[in-house]
């Protein structure tokens, strides 16, 4: 089974109460990192944004509260958290504002300069071809597009690090797998979070693929951390 199956089989498999168990672990803490990245978006954030892995719609729903003028397109992969994240909005005063569609991250469906905006929590650590999505997003956005990415850290403060990852280690795997049902999901998450470049290695290939203007805002210490930049110009980009 390669990565991208098993990713997929995963979300499918805990989606039923993947809202729970993201408050729960966190101890709320998603709660307020989200409406951080949707107040993070500048000027009106555009009138089309694009939330990608967007899961069960949290992201796509807290940037529709803050901004009502703005239309949101929420893209995954795993119709299970789709599925949930549709009754969430359906019949709702969200309704008309957020679209839910399936969708690989590496291969958008969308022509060129579409989107004012793109959000990105908690997803690009799943896909090993980091490069060709952020190129996607270049491509999808309008010049001068905003791009959110927020992804787990670890803290800088030496004992706060030391005390995180005691938890992260050793507390979050085998009490998140319980919640889950699963054997393994938990284990993944802090093995892909390990996995996942340094902050200023991660924002030198936002760089790479064609954004300026780049910066890192950290969350709760720096256990979330949202990397931020701007479409740059077309000239030298392929």
Sequence with gaps: MDRSTFIRRMFEEIAFSYDFQNSFLSLRRDVTWRKILARSIQGNGGTLWLDAATGTAEVAIEISRQRPATRVIGVDFSPGMLA??????????????????AG??????????????????FGLRNIDERGEVLREFRRVLRPGGQLLIMEFGYPDNPVLRMLYRLYFNHVLPPLGNFLSRTDYAYTYLRDSVRAFPEPEDFLREIGKAGFSHLAIRKLTFGIARIYSGIKAGEEGIS
């Design 84 to 101: 949930i994240g549709r009754k969430k909005i359906m019949g709702g005063e969200r309704d008309d504002r957020i679209h839910l569609a």
């Design 104 to 121: 690989d991250a590496r291969r958008l469906p969308f022509s060129r300069v579409s989107f004012g905006g793109v959000t990105m929590a």
